[in-house]
Every structure is written in C-alpha cells, then in structure tokens.
C-alpha cells in the first residue's frame, strides 16, 4: 500500500507516467515562527496586489502559523531546493507591506519550512497487481478543496474494510476504488478559477474581494449558501465495513 503523499516516487515506479496532475496555479509556503503580543486568537488573512497573500494563525504551541501564497503558473518551481524557495520568497514579498518583513525575517531560522506548488494527482487508476494507492498518493485534492484528511481517513477505511471481505486482494482493490472514486471526483472538481478570485492583482480587486466576502459573512447569504451547496459529497457507507472488521478482530 502506497501512501507516500502527492510526490510519491514509489508511484512513479509502479505507475510509470501515469498521473496527469491537475495544476491549480497556486504556489504556497508554510512555516512557523515567534508569536508576537499582536498575535490574538484570530486567523488574519492579507492580500498584497500581484496575486500575492499572507496569513498569519496563532497555534497552541506558544507560536504562529504563517503562510505565504503566489498565484500564478510555476510547475517548474517543485524541483527548487530549499534555498532557490527561499530566495523566490524574499524576491516575491519583499514590497508586500503588512507583517511580510517579519515572516521573511524568519526564513533563515525556521527548520520547517514546507513549500508546494498546488496540483491534483489525476490517476487512471489505483492498484496494480497486489499494489494500491490511497490517500494523496492516489488522488491528491490540494488544501483548496478542504477535504485532504477526509479523504485520506476515508480511504484507508475502505480498503482496510474491502482487504477483510476477501482473499482475493485484486478484488478488494477494485471493490475499494469503485466506493472512493464518486467522493473523490467531486472534491477534486475544484474550480482553478478559485485561487484567482481569492488572489487579486490589483488593489481595487482585493477592495472587490473585501467587499464579496464581507457579504458571503451576513447570515440571510450563509442560509441562503447552506442550501444551494451544501448536498454532502458521495461519500462511501462506511457501516457496511463495521461485521468485517469485528469479524477479523475475533478470530
């Protein structure tokens, strides 16, 4: 079982030229750094013209979660080393304005510095032979659709139900692809329009964008929202698993 995240390089072993990423245009760095007294309880969002963003989340560590976002096309970009992304981030936000200094400031010191350029994993398949893929290493949604360890738990209980129902393990990989597959589908239908939208280029765009969320926040539009999208995926029925599992832990 291959469950070695978006970058697998067992998958490209076993699945050789397979996977057709799905680029979102959306390039993201996360890192952690000192809190300040100004860090309050809140998650606080920036947009800076160019397609650029900065957020800043105070964690229960006594630190801050801080994330930097360049919209844009930059595939190239996921083979830099370490210090090509940091020297792209200080070169990207270095005119940026609000509280950027001080995340730059924390490059040199930081051990956790986590840089990706957003794609999907758009797999044909799943398995092959006695060998399956699951969570990102099988279908890679990015953070934009909010649904990455949904998925992941999801998976991995469904091919662990299907492995117990049957000796035949090509079998149960079929059976496990064919249950995921309608819940994956809708999460990666993500539109690549979204990370635009959310990363203006220009000042009177994030004013647009202030204004839209400001709207999206009253309560007659969250109603209104709730029942236009909120149908639940197709996810899989989980209880069906429940006697194969109580089964298997008997024995």
Known sequence: VVAEG???????????GENDPRWMDLTLAYLTIP?????????????????RSLSLRPDRHGTTRAMLAVHGPLAEAQGWDRDRQKIFLRERFRDAGWQAPRVLAALDDTDDLYFDVLRQVRMPRWSRGRVAL???AAWCVTPLAGIGAT?????ARVLAGELTRTDDVRAAFTAYERAM???VEGAQGVPKIAPRLMHPRTRLGIRALHAALWTASRPAFRR????????RAAEPDLSQYEDGIAARKHL
Do not use: I, Q
């Not at 809190?35 to 160019?50: E, I, K």
């Not at 998925?151 to 998976?155: H, M, Q």
């Not at 209104?224 to 149908?231: D, I, P, T």
């Open 224 to 231: 209104v929202a709730g029942k236009l999208f909120g149908a």
């Open 151 to 155: 998925l992941a738990v999801t998976g």
């Open 35 to 51: 809190r300040t007294p100004d860090d309050d309880r809140l998650w606080r969002w920036y947009n800076a013209p160019g397609g």
């Open 181 to 183: 597959r309608p819940m």
């Open 6 to 16: 978006v970058g697998s390089s067992t998958r490209e072993r076993v699945f050789p």
């Open 134 to 136: 699951t969570g990102d």
